[in-house]
C-alpha cells in the first residue's frame, strides 16, 4: 500500500509542480501627490590617528517627466565642526556636489541635510510612437549606451538574451516592457548579494536594487536604448491600489535605492523601478543623483578619509533618514489583465503598438486521497521558506569600509534597507501563504522578527487555503513569551513549536498568521516582491473584518521546517488523471515504477 501511495503522490507532485503562473499585469491610472520635508542626518565617530577626513553630497534637484515629476526647495547642509573647505561642483551627469574637507579631524562630525519636496506621480494614459529600433540617437545618449563595469551590455550572453527578447519588436515601449517583464520573472531579490553587476543577476538569478537596475540596463542598452541609472531615497509610508479584488497595499523600505530612466525620443526621459515591479515610480521616491552605473554614482554620502599607517581604530558612520508628509493625497484604480509577465508588474495605461504575452491560469490544484496521507512514512528532513535576509544586522550602522590605496579608506552609501512590518499592531492582522510541493509532517515556522519591547505572548495559526486567502484553522503553535526573544538590534529567526501535535500538510497552500496577546512591539521582516510564493500571498484584514481583502505586495521572511517522504526516490508516474476506484489502482499497480531501494 505503501509503493501505491508514492506512485499517486508523484502523479498529483508532478501535476502540481507542472502548472504554468497566470498573468500578473496591472494596468493603474491615477494621481498621487506629496509635500515632504526630507531630513538625512549622519554623525561621523572619528577613530584614532585621523589625518583628514572628505564627505560629499549630492544636491537634489527638480525633475520632470511624463509620469513623475520632483519640485524641490529650501535646500539646506549643515556641518557641525565646520570643515576647512567647503566647495559646490557639478559633474559631467549635471549632479551638484557638495565636497567638505576637514584637514583637522574632530572628534566626531554631524551632518543635517534638509529640504522641501513637492512630489507627484500622475499614471494618465501614456503615448509614445518611437519606433524601435531607434537608429541613431542624439550625441548626448552616447554614453548611456555604453557597456561599463557593472553594466556589461557589450557581454555576449547580454547581446544574445536582449535580441531574442526584443526579436519581433516595432516599438520601443514593446522592447522595455519585455525586457522588464523578465528582468521581474527571473531575478528573485535578495539583501545583500554577492555582486551587484549585471552579469552576475544573469547567471545567479538574484540581486538587489543596483543588479535589477543594472541587468535592465545591460539588456535595453545591448539593443540601443539609452539608459541612465538613478540613485535616490525611498520612504516607508504605504500606498494603496484598488482593485476588483480588494486593495494592493505597496510598500519600501526607508533608505537609499536604485533604479532607471529610460530615453523616448517623443517623451524624454521616463522612470521605471525593476525591482519594485512597476513601470513609474511612486512620489515616495526622493531622486539624487545621476550617471551610466552605481560605480559612478557613489558621491552622495560617500566618506573618504586618511589615517596614520599605525591607527588602531576607524571611523564609524550613523545614518538617519526622516520624511515628514506635511500633505499626502493618492488615489489609484487597477485592472488586471491577461497578459503580462507571471509575476507582479504595475503599468500606467500606454498607448503604443505592442504585444501582449498570455499566459495560462494554473489549473486547480490536485485533491490528495485521504488513505495517500495515511500510508507516508515521514522520516526525511525538511526546510522551505522565504529564507534569505540580512539576519542580526544593525541598520544604524550597514556601512562597509574599503581601503583606497595606502592608508587611504572610503565608506560609501549603502543599499542595505531595512524593510519590516509592525505585525502586534490591535487593529490588524497579517498572514503569509506557505505553498507546499511535497507531503510535510510540521514540526516547526519561524519568523524573522524584532522585538522593540512591551510585553505580551506570540503564537502562529496555521490555517487552509480557501480560494487565495485563509480559510478554516488547522492547526496552533505553543506560545512564546515575548521576553523570549532577544531585544537586540536586528532581525533573527523566532521559532514556533508544533511538535504537541505534528500536522501532517499535504502538497498544496497553507497560511500561516502570528497571533499575539498583550502589548508586545514586535516587527516582521520582508523582502521585496515574492522571492517564494504567489503573488497574493501576503495578506491582511482588520481584526474585525471576515474576508482578507487586503494584499502586501511584499513576502515575509519565514521557514517551514519538518518532516517529509522520500518521494524523490520515485521513479514519476505519467498519470493525466488521479482517482480512488480499484481500477485505476489496478492499473497503477501494473506500471511497476517504483525503484527498489
Known amino acids: 500500500m505503501y509503493r501505491l501511495a508514492i506512485q499517486i503522490l508523484c502523479a498529483l507532485l508532478l501535476a502540481l509542480a507542472a502548472s504554468p503562473a497566470g498573468a500578473e499585469n496591472i494596468t493603474v491610472q491615477g494621481d498621487m501627490g506629496s509635500t515632504i520635508r526630507y531630513v538625512l542626518e549622519e554623525k561621523v565617530i572619528s577613530g584614532d590617528g585621523m589625518r583628514k577626513i572628505v564627505m560629499s553630497f549630492v544636491i537634489p534637484q527638480s525633475f520632470d517627466s511624463p509620469t513623475y515629476r520632483q519640485d524641490i526647495s529650501d535646500f539646506s547642509l549643515e556641518l557641525k565642526p565646520k570643515p576647512q573647505d567647503r566647495q559646490e561642483t557639478t559633474d559631467a551627469r549635471g549632479n551638484r556636489v557638495v565636497t567638505a574637507t576637514w584637514t583637522e579631524p574632530p572628534g566626531a562630525v554631524d551632518v543635517k541635510l534638509s529640504c522641501n519636496a513637492v512630489n507627484r506621480t500622475n499614471l494618465k494614459l501614456l503615448e509614445t510612437r518611437t519606433p524601435f529600433p531607434l537608429g541613431r540617437t542624439d550625441a548626448a545618449m552616447e554614453d548611456y549606451l555604453k557597456a561599463t563595469e557593472q553594466v556589461q551590455s557589450d557581454n555576449p550572453k547580454i547581446r544574445s538574451l536582449a535580441a531574442d527578447l526584443t526579436k519581433d519588436v516595432k516599438t520601443e515601449f514593446d522592447a522595455v516592457q519585455r525586457v522588464i517583464s523578465w528582468v521581474v520573472d527571473h531575478v528573485r531579490y535578495v539583501s545583500p548579494p554577492a555582486q551587484y553587476d549585471a552579469m552576475y543577476s544573469l547567471q545567479s538569478g538574484k540581486g538587489n536594487c543596483q543588479n535589477y537596475s543594472h541587468l535592465s540596463a545591460a539588456l535595453l542598452r545591448s539593443v540601443g536604448i539609452p539608459v541612465r541609472i538613478i540613485n535616490g531615497v ?19 523600505g526607508k533608505g537609499r535605492h536604485s533604479w532607471i530612466e529610460v530615453w523616448f525620443p517623443d517623451l524624454g526621459w521616463v522612470p521605471f523601478d525593476p525591482q519594485s515591479t512597476v513601470l513609474f515610480v511612486s512620489n515616495r521616491f526622493i531622486r539624487v543623483e545621476v550617471g551610466v552605473d552605481n560605480n ?8 573618504r578619509w ?24 493618492v488615489k489609484i484604480r487597477g485592472n488586471r489583465q491577461a497578459y503580462g509577465p507571471k509575476n507582479l508588474l504595475l503599468t500606467p495605461n500606454v498607448k503604443a503598438d505592442f504585444k501582449q504575452i ?3 491560469p494554473p489549473p486547480p490544484p490536485p485533491v490528495i486521497p485521504e488513505d495517500v496521507k495515511k500510508e507516508l512514512r515521514y522520516d526525511v528532513p525538511f526546510l522551505y521558506g522565504n529564507l534569505d535576509y540580512p539576519e542580526n544586522i544593525d541598520f544604524a550602522f550597514p556601512r562597509a569600509t574599503k581601503k583606497s590605496g595606502g592608508n587611504q579608506f572610503e565608506m560609501a552609501r549603502s543599499f542595505l534597507v531595512e524593510t519590516a512590518e509592525y505585525v502586534t499592531t490591535k487593529a490588524t492582522q497579517y498572514a503569509q501563504v506557505v505553498v507546499l510541493q511535497k507531503p510535510v509532517k510540521l514540526q516547526m515556522v519561524g519568523l524573522a522578527l524584532h522585538n522593540f519591547g512591551g510585553d505580551g505572548q506570540l503564537w502562529i495559526d496555521i490555517y487552509r487555503d480557501n480560494g487565495g486567502k485563509p480559510g478554516a484553522p488547522l492547526a496552533t503553535s ?4 515575548l521576553d523570549q526573544l532577544s531585544p537586540k538590534p536586528g532581525y533573527r529567526w523566532a521559532d514556533f513549536d508544533f511538535t504537541k501535535d505534528n500536522p501532517i500538510l499535504m502538497p498544496g497552500s497553507y497560511w500561516i498568521a502570528l497571533g499575539f496577546t498583550g502589548d508586545p512591539i514586535v516587527n516582521w521582516f520582508y523582502t521585496y516582491g515574492k522571492p517564494v510564493g504567489p503573488v497574493y500571498g501576503t495578506r491582511y484584514k482588520g481584526i ?4 482578507w481583502s487586503g494584499a502586501l505586495a511584499f513576502e515575509f521572511n519565514y521557514r517551514v521546517a519538518g518532516l517529509t517522504t522520500k518521494g524523490d ?3 514519476p508516474v505519467a498519470v493525466k488523471k488521479v482517482s480512488e476506484g480499484d481500477r485505476m489502482k489496478k492499473k497503477l499497480l501494473k506500471k511497476r515504477v517504483i525503484r527498489k531501494r
Open 569 to 571: 526516490t520515485v521513479a
Open 234 to 252: 525611498t520612504l516607508d509610508r504605504a500606498y494603496d491600489v484598488s482593485w476588483d479584488r480588494g486593495v494592493m497595499t505597496f510598500k519600501m
Open 544 to 547: 474585525f473584518d471576515e474576508d
Open 358 to 360: 498570455i499566459i495560462e
Open 478 to 481: 505553543k506560545i512564546v513569551n
Open 296 to 303: 559612478e554614482t557613489k558621491n552622495d554620502g560617500l566618506m
Open 306 to 329: 586618511s589615517q596614520l599607517a599605525n591607527a588602531r581604530t576607524k571611523p564609524t558612520l550613523q545614518e538617519n533618514i526622516d520624511a515628514a508628509f506635511a500633505k499626502d493625497a
